[in-house]
């Protein structure tokens, strides 16, 4: 509807969290999402987890890593905050989860500094280098030779650095990254994962390629038990890139759909989510159509956030319930509640399912079980394909037609997204499929080389004033994405409150604050952004370094305070000061 239309403005939520992996791993790899599957857990020697907690957010790779464990992988959790769930986690479908002091996670936690993990992967890069002089097996020249490009310039470009340098920005003591630096080298197939630890960095994009450099020196790419694992909690983040929602769409779908459709889709990119906002404060955007999402809280609770929405000539929020954002209406502003995914969706032809891809690229139906809230529900297939009706009344596609049946629509998808042949099929009989990964399935690269492609990256590191602390947001235990659903956060002992403040013991007592207190907390470049009210929890995080709550800290996060090349806000980096309350 919307390329039919004649846009590609189809920004969506992985602008705000994995769309750093999406470019990464595509210009490196050409594909633009992780090449393992499940079990290739299992498989693997070593599994290195970066910028992720799996057992608070990530709860369904809990009985992957435990198999894994269980088998002899070593584990190497790299995270600015010693978390219980990076030390040990409890299966809760399992009687021992329960009662049990549940199962050794990591074999090598190492605390990173916030934003100090480009500087961590190029300091085991340069050990590897090191080891290699020695033990030249630790490096797989015959894959580097046959399967990669710019070896030569990469490696150059880490010889150059300084290994003392790297390992204090790093902020980890060398023994431990020795110790890593072994364990990798000790693997025969090497796992790294990794969440938004990663991306919601100024060098997201850069730090996740010289992850895929670690991985591509071992040949730990397009083999079992080896590869790359950007971990997407949202249901359908991956499947949304798979169907296309994205602004800078790849060439051939839009050939598939023109081809199809018999309609010339529009080939100038649309706009990313950041430029959004900005359009909608300038001017240049008049409407905002959101499916489903929390915007306001998702991107920035800043004031300019707020503004922007309410200059729209109109928004139209698809939602199955009230968030923030609707309290900033445009100034015509339509609030359409529709079925939620748990609510069966009976149609004419009966009951419907849709399908997700998760981040093992597997696309698996789902269907509600519930008794829906209302019966004037419509569902979001209805609401799009109504929408749809009136935008574009004499185009090739019978809108209508297909709220009956959404077997339509994958018989749809099946004609112009790769993968996805005889899509009802095996959705039919199996109930999901992996989808095809020219990376897993082939160790073949799509890029613009034909090859696994080295980069090459700078590692700068942030430089603090004596009165400025770096800030990370983090979620809680009872928390998806922007929904909180209770006030405790059981794995750090958080009880009845989420305006915390996570700092270091020694950090409180020289700066002359007290563990307990409350505290106001301003951005350093903007001064007026500022959240007042925080309680200081003392805790186990790296010198100068903070945690909060998003949503609640979002209001500390500028627009323009982004990856240049993913265009993420960098919800991982926030400068910051703090002062007494007055």
């Known amino acids: 509807m919307v390329r039919m239309y004649g846009t590609n403005n189809l920004p969506d939520s992985a602008d705000l969290c994995h769309e750093a992996s999406g470019i990464a791993l595509g210009e490196t790899l050409g594909i633009g999402k992780g090449s393992v599957t499940v079990d290739d857990f299992s498989k693997a020697d070593a599994i290195f987890i970066f910028g992720q907690n799996p057992g608070s957010n990530h709860p369904r790779m809990l009985k992957a890593l435990q198999k894994a464990a269980a088998k002899g992988c070593k584990i190497v959790s ?90 204090v920005a790093s902020g980890v003591e060398e023994k431990l990254i020795r110790e890593a630096a072994e364990i990798f080298c000790n693997s025969k197939s090497v796992i790294a994962c990794w969440a938004m630890g990663l991306t919601q960095h100024h060098d997201g994009v850069a730090t996740i390629q010289q992850l895929v450099n670690l991985l591509l020196l071992g040949g730990h790419v397009g083999r079992a038990g080896a590869g790359v694992c950007p971990v997407r909690g949202h249901s359908n983040v991956q499947g949304d890139k798979t169907m296309g929602i994205t602004e800078n769409p790849p060439a051939y779908l839009l050939k598939n759909l023109s081809e199809r459709f018999n309609f010339i889709a529009p080939t100038k990119p649309g706009i990313d989510t950041i430029s959004v906002i900005n359009g909608l404060n300038a001017g240049s955007m008049k409407i905002l159509i959101a499916l489903g999402g929390n915007l306001f809280d998702g991107i920035t609770r800043y004031q300019k956030t707020a503004l922007a929405l309410q200059k729209a000539e109109l928004t139209v929020h698809i939602a199955t319930k009230l968030n923030h954002t609707h309290l900033y209406p445009g100034k015509i502003s339509l609030i359409l509640p529709c079925l939620a995914r748990s609510e069966k969706d009976i149609q004419k032809s009966g009951e419907q399912l849709v399908t997700v891809e998760n981040s093992m690229g ?39 037609n297909l709220i009956d049946n959404y077997a339509l629509i994958r018989d749809l998808i099946s004609e112009v997204i790769p993968g996805f042949v005889d899509f009802n099929q095996k959705i039919d009989s199996d109930g999901w499929f992996y989808l095809y990964n020219a990376v897993r399935d082939e160790q073949k690269f799509v890029t613009k080389t034909g090859k696994a492609n080295f980069t090459v990256h700078q590692v700068s590191q942030r430089q603090l004033a004596s009165d400025e602390y770096l800030l990370m947001t983090t979620r809680s235990h009872d928390q998806f994405n922007t929904t909180v659903s209770g006030m405790n956060d059981r794995y750090r002992g958080i009880k009845g409150g989420r305006m915390i403040l996570f700092m270091n013991a020694l950090d409180i007592k020289e700066h002359g604050f007290t563990d307990g207190e409350l505290i106001t907390i301003q951005n350093a470049k903007y001064p007026d952004m ?44 926030i400068v910051v000061k703090l002062r007494h309350n007055s």
């Open 362 to 400: 597997i696309v698996h139906r789902s269907s509600g079980v519930l008794k829906p809230c209302s019966e004037l529900l419509k569902s979001e297939v209805d609401i799009v394909a109504n929408l749809a009706s009136r935008l574009l009344p004499n185009g090739p596609i019978e809108w209508l």
């Open 78 to 167: 790299i995270n600015p905050l010693i978390e219980a769930g990076l030390m040990r986690f409890k299966n809760p479908q399992h009687l021992s989860g329960i009662i049990g002091k549940g199962s050794a996670l990591s074999d090598l936690l190492l605390q990173v500094n916030i934003n100090g993990d480009m500087a961590l992967i190029s300091a085991i890069i340069k050990i590897v280098f090191e080891i290699a002089e020695s033990k030249p097996q630790v490096i797989d020249h015959k894959f580097i030779d046959n399967t990669t490009h710019g070896f030569i310039e990469f490696k150059n470009s880490i010889l150059q650095l300084d290994l003392h340098e790297l390992i």
């Open 530 to 573: 500022e959240l007042s009210g925080l309680q200081i929890v003392s805790y186990d995080i790296p010198r100068k370094c903070l945690a909060s709550y998003f949503p609640e800290a979002n209001v500390l996060i500028p627009l323009d305070s982004i990856d240049p090349r993913s265009k993420t806000p960098t919800s991982k980096s």
